[in-house]
């Protein structure tokens, strides 16, 4: 299947302004990267993005409440926008709720930095 099918399929059950929230988010990490490749995981509801030398690296990881951008080596990247909730390990997230801006250039910077960690 196509990862905008699968997209769609995953959404289905969230309301209209989590489904746009989470296609504008998902729409523009593949913009930042588009070496990314991008795949649907319905049983966490996420879309995984994979660097092909890196490996995977990050997801949108979509909430009835809102959507997290997570980024898997969070707690070694250095961002004060990413946070956790004091019971993780490994990860940081970006959150995002309806009607926030993304803030790009953070964002790209963080995927970059991302890939460096694994290189």
Do not use: C
């Not at 929230?21 to 995984?48: C, H, M, Y």
């Not at 994979?50 to 080596?73: S, T």
């Amino acid at each position: 299947m196509s990862l905008q099918r699968d997209l769609e399929r995953m959404l289905k059950p969230h309301d209209a302004a989590i489904v746009q929230l989470a296609q504008e988010l998902t729409a523009l990490v593949r913009e930042i990267r588009p070496d990314f490749v991008a795949k649907v995981s319905f049983g966490w509801q996420t879309v995984n993005f994979r660097h092909p030398k890196a490996g995977f690296l990050n997801a949108v990881y979509v909430r009835p409440h809102g959507v997290y951008l997570v980024f898997q080596d969070g707690r070694l990247l250095s961002h004060p926008l990413l946070v956790d909730d004091g019971k993780v390990k490994r990860v940081r997230w970006i959150a995002f709720k309806p009607g926030d801006s993304f803030p790009v250039d953070e964002i790209a910077i963080l995927l970059a930095e991302a890939v460096a960690l694994r290189s």
